[in-house]
DNA sequence: GTAATTTGCGGGAGCGTTCCCAATCGGCCA
DNA sequence: TGGCCGATTGGGAACGCTCCCGCAAATTAC
């Protein structure tokens, strides 16, 4: 900075102001400083930077260490939209998701003097450790408890239940089924409820509830159970990897797609329109999430205060494919 | 570290010595240091550190911005390696991996002084945008051009494509034929030469090459050409996308598999034992790819000398399930 | 025409570390 | 006993920047 200063005829001062685009810069100043700068290649040191002014352009996220289809998008998603507003971001990934780890990844960011924080961790375990967090800085919650008071940008999960349902009820089926989410997941359990609602707003009788884990796998046991129940003609899955499991064990039992049984996904996997048959499924929009998050973050880093506890919430869209149809007659 | 240093009756620069854990600190006078430092809550500023030291404990990291199973998969397991060594990841993720915007994510890195800098940019575009690297840095590239010289972490993509072909010349197949990926990832390449390889090494007749992207769309696209053609008994298909896409257009145009047509992938996706038929596939190590990626890298960063070229090749294993079977009796 | 701003710029301090150098204190050897 | 050596500790400088304050020149106001 001094080399440039040297160069450009003025104090490093100035040369700092042109840095910063402070006002109370003439012109011909600024430009010589500018051709300086050039000249020399000069990169300002970041570090330096942020020892001084105690922050960085850098903000942390938080997210659980999966090649999960949902996380994995939204960390990309929240890379670019950072990326965009001249962030970098930091990520500390948690390969469980249980307070302590999450506890752990937070004070790693918190060493690296980040200047906000994002935590995608849809688990109730996520909760204590996010709620002894020191006060003063900026957090945004992904697909959080919708009960703590923080700022929150979630996916709107019951909405996007309750459309799957309600078409597969308009298809004409009698009931629906589900195969949910890992139970202590609030995308999980938001899901379950959005089923729920449209079931009893229906007047439709609620099946038992049947539980996964997101993973194919899980869909696959699940589903050889399903296959031997004859009244099942209706099925909503928690995620597309779950409804490919289930494809699998239909068609090993010979019950045909759509034609026996209807289904209808949720995250609308990259894949799903090449399952067979193409999968009717729900979309999250995660770019909207993202640029949503990003949002409020820089909203807490400017303003200074970081406890607006805004919420905003982002409607997913039913992508209608091949795998829904009335239901058989009986 | 001064409020330390004066709870602990010694100056800043034994509680320094502390935290660096050097040798010539008395045990008692560690001890009341360590005292200190617990009571106060004392967290010593990476920043200040990194000012002075001209580094810091973050390293880089380059990949796509893409929901792409193996770069994903990738980033995740470098985070995770990375936080085993201590060190926190930065990504920088590219749009589009041509060599202007992988030389931006770059600078970017640089601008945040990472101590190391990974790239994964498995294409032929990056090449440039890396000859332009300062010297000094330490660099390891993922999946790079074989070509280069520098540090290089691969899979072994020419002895994973020859697994699967082979296997399924074994079978009986008088030859394979081959959808590739995009023709400028290496990748491809190594997967569409290890095909030649081994097809030629059986004296089989060598297919025309289908071109695809990765996408299930250019499974599914060149699938509905494959299908036509009843000579066809054996695919190897450069990713488990796009084998998903090709037995979605053979199942549409009844032809089975196994039965008529063999299929292997590539990548062993999670969901890849739940495909219709559970797939036969090539599993790359992506642990053990970012495990020895972590630590090249950190031998670089701890000798001071960046330019080692060392290469370490990963072998991928092949995973037989039930999508392989003999050709058809003519 | 003089005083009161405003504008443009520079000097110096300080952010929280680490590094270099010097100083003190025993202990040991001759 | 005296000086030398290693072990331990402390004092300052420096890393590269921003912020606070001051000063001169230019502008405006009366």
Known sequence: MMDVARLAGVSHQTVSRVLNEHPNVSEPTRLKVRAAIAELGYRPNRTARALVTGTSKVIGVVAPNTALYGPASMLTAFEQAAQDSGFAVNVGSVRTLNERSIADAVERH??????????IAPVAGAGPALARLPEDIPLVTIDGDPER??????????????AA??????????????????????DAAGRVRGWQDALSAAGAEQPPLLTGDWSAESGYRNGKLLARLPEVTAVFTANDHIALGLLRALSEHGRRVPEEISIVGFDDVPQAAYYTPPLTTVRPDFDAVATAGVELLLAQIESGSPDLATRRTIAPTLITRDSVAPPPAR
Request: net charge negative; charged share 15%; hydrophobic share 50%.
């Open 110 to 119: 918190l060493d690296q003097r980040v200047a906000g924080l994002v935590v």
């Open 149 to 162: 008071a923080s700022t929150l940008v979630t996916v709107d999960q019951v909405a996007g239940a309750r």
């Open 165 to 186: 349902t309600e078409h597969l009820l308009a298809a004409g089926h009698s009931t629906v089924w589900h195969i949910s989410g890992p139970a202590d997941w609030f």
